[in-house]
């Protein structure tokens, strides 16, 4: 079955980027229907939607980040990445990757990654 | 502040039932967008517990229920086990700023 694994630097210094990537195995990333998602969770706090793409490119971002938020799909490696820009403390947290399916609206996240701790400290 | 409201904590005796709110607007819940809901266990990535309103992926079991009226939708859970244990969101659509998915702030199921 499809699986989903987070990595990337467990530390970023403030005012710069934060890279991660999903590699996608058990399946193609170029599947229909599909978005390929990312939703963060700081430390004891609640989860939050950081934005999504489509095979195609196409992509959703969560207003409060979109000016800092840019993701990406490599289909020859079958995995995706977001790149975050700027980041603060307050970018400190648990970064998830997840397979959205369904349509427009009704999209839901069926599938997650374990999550990859992202700490923004100098 | 989260988009959707819900009650940061509920709890229950083994075997009873709670319920779990989230309470939206006109631009999500209140719109007709689907609202789906996630079991976290802790130390654990979320898992999607129910789709679509009131649909159950397999292997949830049928002690979980949910509906949605208005700009609210609820969750309950039935015959209530200390593995319910967890924090519970909601999840849906809102059309504003190009619309995005959007979460609620999470409730906490203790048994008690």
């Known amino acids: 079955q499809v699986q989903l694994q987070e990595s990337g630097p467990g530390l970023a210094k403030p005012s710069g980027t934060l890279s991660l990537t999903c590699a996608v195995s058990g399946g193609s990333i170029s599947s229909n229907s599909n978005w390929w998602g990312w939703v963060r969770q700081p430390p004891e706090k609640g989860l939050e939607w950081v934005g999504e793409?489509?095979?195609?490119?196409?992509?959703n971002y969560n207003p409060s980040l979109m000016s800092r938020v840019s993701m990406s799909v490599d289909k020859s490696k079958n995995q995706f990445s977001l790149r975050l820009t700027s980041v603060t403390a307050a970018d400190t947290a648990v970064y998830y990757c997840a397979r959205g399916v369904g349509w427009g609206s009704r999209t839901y996240y069926l599938l997650w990654g374990k999550g990859t701790p992202v700490t923004v400290s100098s | 502040q989260s988009v959707l409201t819900q009650p940061p904590s509920v709890s229950g005796a083994p075997g009873q039932r709670v319920t779990i709110s989230c309470t939206g607007s006109?631009?999500?819940?209140?719109?007709?967008?689907?609202v789906h809901w996630y079991q976290q266990l802790p130390g654990a990535a979320p898992r999607i517990l129910i789709y679509?309103?009131?649909n159950r992926p397999s292997g949830v079991p049928d002690r979980f229920s949910a509906s949605k009226s208005g700009t609210s939708a609820s969750l309950a859970i039935t015959g209530l086990q200390a593995g319910d244990e967890a924090e519970y969101y909601c999840?849906?659509?809102?059309?504003?700023?190009?619309?995005?998915?959007?979460f609620g702030g999470g409730t906490k199921v203790t048994v008690l």
């Open positions: 679509g309103n009131n």
């Open positions: 999840q849906s659509y809102d059309s504003r700023l190009s619309g995005s998915r959007v």
């Open positions: 006109s631009f999500n819940i209140g719109a007709d967008y689907d």
């Open positions: 793409i489509q095979h195609s490119g196409s992509t």
